[in-house]
């Protein structure tokens, strides 16, 4: 038996059963657990890997020296660059360096979608990342900002805190579920899509370009 065969079997199999009596209760046992610690090596090892292997720039920042000199040279040549209002001061001054303008923006002050277009970056940090996955997720604290400032520049570098990566997404979503309410951002990698033909577009959704900075 093929697969679509066995998945329209099931699906007829559960039809029949729901019409027939009430629906079991769906097992929701998920691995809440890897096999390494958060943080650890062989988890930020493998947050590293996936990462790179969607075409983002990784830069490992053990000391905070390190981390304001990795933000700025993942910004690059940026001449204009988007800053949540939460963001620490020190990395907004990392920002800046090389006389780069700052845009702050914030929910009482945003800045107006088409001019975040006039942007060339956005710096942010974050919540947690998914090492299994290379996925790193937002949650839109002042230190993340409006869920515009991260999809519209070209370029966006976030700092991920080495303590928040978890080796799975249940781990993640228990996490957020803290705080379900909050508007969520999930990154795994830069913007791309491909077309019927399997040509790679970069940008269509959000950023062309990311930049990650694990620290400490």
Known sequence: MDAKTAILARARDAISRSQSGPVREIPRDYIRSGTEAPGSAPVIEEMVDKLEDYSAAVSLAPTQAEVLDAIDALLGPARIVVVPDGLPQEYKEAAGRGGRELWEDSREAPIA???????????????????????????????????????????????????????????????????????????????????????????????????VVIAH
């Open 113 to 211: 979608t088409l001019r975040l277009d006039e942007a060339d970056a956005v710096l942010t940090c974050s919540r947690l990342g998914i090492s299994i996955s290379g996925t790193i997720v937002l949650d839109g604290e002042p230190d993340q900002g409006r869920r515009a400032i991260s999809l519209i520049p070209d370029r966006h570098v976030v700092v991920l805190e080495r303590e928040s990566v978890v080796p799975t997404v249940p781990q993640a979503v228990d996490v957020m579920g803290l705080h379900p309410t909050r508007p969520m951002t999930w990154i795994s990698g830069p913007s791309a899509t491909s077309d019927i033909e399997l040509v790679r577009v970069n940008g269509v959704h959000g950023p062309r370009n990311l930049g």
